[in-house]
């Protein structure tokens, strides 16, 4: 399995940036996957998941409203759409993807340690 983000940079406040993640060996239409991210000195922690068979959908309530998470299965990419960004958003922001055939929905890829597979992460700078 490899998971690979690309779409992070620098961008001021209130801007926008889609992130991207190619899953490589990963069934996006089957298992759950998730958007993390970590800022210095801090714990990482998730953003948003979506649900593999079903698409449902979960998002820590920072960015509820400004962040939109998807996914294309033909293309097996996942996405993570950020609108109205602020500093507080700027992080290295990590995908994650989860094997597990009885625990597909989002609800099952919120915690780190339910987490099976990591990206190499991709730097969010958000300047004020």
């Known amino acids: 399995v490899r998971l690979v983000e690309s779409g992070g940079g620098s961008i001021q406040a209130g801007g926008s940036l889609k992130l991207s993640c190619v899953a490589s060996n990963f069934d996006t239409s089957t298992y759950c996957m998730a958007w993390f991210r970590q800022a210095p000195g801090k714990e990482r922690e998730r953003v948003a998941s979506i649900g593999g068979r079903a698409g449902d959908r979960i998002y820590t309530d920072s960015v509820r409203g400004r962040f939109v998470i998807t996914k294309d299965n033909a293309k097996n990419t996942l996405y993570l759409q950020m609108n109205s960004l602020k500093p507080e958003d700027s992080a290295i922001y990590y995908c994650?993807?989860?094997?597990?055939?009885?625990?597909?929905?989002?609800?099952?890829?919120?915690?780190?340690?339910?987490?099976?597979?990591w990206g190499q992460g991709t730097d969010v700078t958000v300047s004020s």
């Open positions: 994650a993807g989860r094997i597990d055939d009885s625990r597909t929905s989002a609800g099952q890829c919120i915690a780190v340690s339910e987490i099976d597979y």
